[in-house]
Each structure stands twice: as C-alpha cells, then as structure tokens.
C-alpha cells in the first residue's frame, strides 16, 4: 500500500508540473502573436539618421553598410517601447581587423546591446550591454559565454532581448546570455540599429519582431 504522504507529494509535484507546463505554453503562444516590427519589403515604420542609403532592403533582408567616407547612421522605429521583447536574426561576415560594430539602442538615457567588436575596448562584445558610462561594459551586463553561443560568422544567429522593469535581458539561440540591472534607463524611447562610424562593415537582419510588455 503506497504511502499517504508519497502519494500526495506525487500529486503536488504533478500539479506543479502541468502549471509550469500551462505558463511555458502561454509564453510560447504570446510570442507566436509578437508582430513583426520590419516588413521584409521596404523600411515602413522605421526612420534613419542621416541618409537612407545606409540602409536597404534585398530578399526580406534588412541591410546596413556604410559608403566609402565610413560614416555612420541609426535606424529607428517609429514607436516607441519602455518594457519590451524584442526578437530577430542577424549575421555578419568581416575581413577586416576592426570588426562589425554594431547594436540595439533601447530605453532613455541609451543603453544599447553590443553586436560585434567595440570600439573602445578593440574586443567582441557580442551579447553584452553598453551603458557609455564607467566602465561602458559593466561586468555583470557582459555575455561572457557569447563564442560559445554564437553560429560561425556569416551565419544567423536569433536574439531576443527583454526590458523589464529596470532588467534587461539578452538570449543567443535561445539561451540566456546576459542580464544586467539599472534603474537609470528607465524612459520609453524607439529601437534603434546602429551602422557605427569609422568602420568597414555591413550586417543584415531578419525576423525583426517585438511586442510590448504591459
């Protein structure tokens, strides 16, 4: 005869199991609903610093690269998020030893997650959260474990990066890279992709979708 206790201990576990079941589903069917922020035709819903001609659009890809001055521009949304999901794939290939520099800019005052090399620290620091302040990568915001992360270069690799609250977070190919706190980048303000000045570069995204937090 099984035991009482076994029995009721099973039965919470089993309980326990089906809500953490109930809420992963939920999860997943909210981010089936999360709306794409970037067409694949033309740059509808977005604005960009400066010229266009940094950026364009070929076969459902978003593309920026710089022209032969290196300048460099943002491209924005027109909406504006404060906690957020965002979702997409990017790629990069450089031959160069500078690197791709680029990121996502989110929140007022900016903070932004690193794509690629930074400029001031001559290092990849992919998956990583620049705040421009003292150090511009503060340690508990780095994504140490990011190469091991990362698809080789020229391949997709999928982000996903949430704003919550005065916590943001950054997932590689579905696992958590990142989360870094701080209570100062609270102000709702547009996404932003960064073509970095001063660099030979060009990188290209897909997938770009986001939804808003309430």
């Given at each position: 005869?099984?035991?009482?206790?076994?029995?009721?201990?099973r039965?919470?576990?089993?309980?326990?199991?089906?809500?953490?079941?109930n809420?992963?589903?939920a999860?997943?069917?909210?981010?089936a609903?999360?709306?794409?922020?970037?067409?694949?035709?033309?740059?509808?819903?977005?604005?960009?610093d400066g010229?266009t001609?940094f950026?364009?659009v070929?076969?459902?890809?978003l593309?920026?690269?710089?022209?032969?001055?290196?300048?460099?521009?943002?491209?924005?949304?027109?909406?504006?998020?404060?906690?957020f999901?965002?979702?997409?794939?990017?790629?990069?290939?450089?031959?160069?030893?500078?690197?791709v520099?680029?990121?996502?800019?989110?929140?007022?005052?900016?903070?932004?997650?690193q794509?690629g090399?930074?400029?001031?620290?001559?290092?990849?620091?992919?998956?990583?959260f620049?705040?421009?302040g003292?150090?511009?990568?503060?340690?508990?915001?780095?994504?140490?474990?990011a190469?091991?992360?990362?698809?080789?270069?020229?391949?997709w690799?999928?982000?996903?990066?949430?704003?919550?609250?005065?916590?943001?977070?950054c997932?590689?190919?579905g696992?958590?890279?990142?989360?870094?706190?701080?209570?100062k980048?609270s102000?709702?303000?547009?996404?932003?992709?960064?073509?970095?000045?001063?660099?030979?570069?060009?990188?290209?995204?897909?997938?770009?979708r986001?939804?808003?937090?309430e």
């Open positions: 005869m099984k035991s009482p206790q076994i029995s009721f201990a039965a919470l576990g089993l309980a326990a199991l089906i809500t953490l079941t809420m992963v589903s999860a997943h069917a909210a981010d609903k999360m709306p794409a922020i970037f067409n694949g035709k033309d740059l509808t819903g977005w604005k960009a010229a001609e950026w364009r070929e076969n459902g890809v593309i920026c690269e710089n022209n032969a001055a290196k300048k460099g521009s943002m491209l924005w949304t027109e909406a504006s998020y404060t906690d999901v965002l979702e997409f794939d990017v790629r990069w290939k450089s031959d160069t030893e500078r690197g520099d680029t990121g996502v800019e989110m929140r007022k005052p900016a903070i932004q997650l794509l090399v930074s400029g001031s620290l001559k290092t990849d620091m992919t998956g990583s620049y705040t421009g003292k150090p511009s990568y503060p340690e508990a915001g780095q994504a140490k474990n190469n091991a992360l990362m698809k080789p270069q020229g391949e690799n999928t982000f996903r990066i949430q704003a919550k609250g005065s916590t943001f977070t997932w590689i190919n696992t958590k890279a990142s989360e870094y706190t701080d209570a980048f102000g709702a303000s547009p996404l932003g992709l960064q073509l970095h000045a001063n660099v030979v570069m060009k990188a290209e995204f897909r997938n770009i986001a939804r808003a937090l």
